[in-house]
């Protein structure tokens, strides 16, 4: 009697190992986007925490040339509209945080005018460019980051030092 496998056997294994893997594939890939959307909401969350920080030590932004840079506010992994990581973009100027390789979430800055708060404007960016950034940006932390408001007036606006709390 020969040992080793007959052909039939060898099709029955290739064609189990084909059903599991397709059913094993969605789900790694779905899992890879709810890592996105948590490290876009954790992202959001420490940018807030650390502009809430430094305008808490500073009381300002500053103003020309005094101006604070992004750098010196947050290690959060940031870009401009060039797509380059930021190095030397003051707070006057829009950043932008990209997810899973798209600009998504715009940021600014705006310091105390008047009688409104200093406060922080969030845009929403390319949401047709990747159905992840329309994922994240229906996530409910996020909508309350870019639906929230600063007396009415300023939509997608959050004072800074709020106490607005995003879970």
């Not at 099709?11 to 969605?26: K, N, Q, R, Y």
């Not at 979430?105 to 409104?116: M, Q, S, W």
């Amino acid at each position: 009697m020969k040992k080793g496998f007959t052909m039939i056997e060898l099709i029955f294994v290739i064609v189990i190992l084909g059903i599991l893997a397709s059913v094993a594939i969605p789900r790694l890939a779905a899992t890879r986007e709810d890592a996105e959307i948590s490290a876009a909401v954790a992202n959001l969350r420490t940018l807030v925490g650390d502009i809430n920080a430094y305008y808490t030590v500073k009381g300002e932004f500053g103003t020309d040339p005094n101006i604070a840079k992004w750098k010196d506010i947050t290690n959060v992994p940031l870009k401009n509209h060039a797509d380059v990581p930021i190095t030397n973009q003051s707070t006057a100027q829009e950043v932008s945080l990209y997810i899973g390789g798209t600009r998504c979430i715009g940021v600014t800055l705006e310091d105390r005018v008047g009688p409104l708060p200093a406060y922080i404007k969030f845009y929403t960016q390319n949401p047709e460019a990747s159905s992840l950034c329309k994922q994240v940006l229906a996530a409910e932390p996020i909508k309350a980051y870019t639906e929230s408001k600063v007396r009415d007036a300023l939509p997608g606006t959050m004072a800074i030092g709020s106490s607005t709390s995003v879970y």
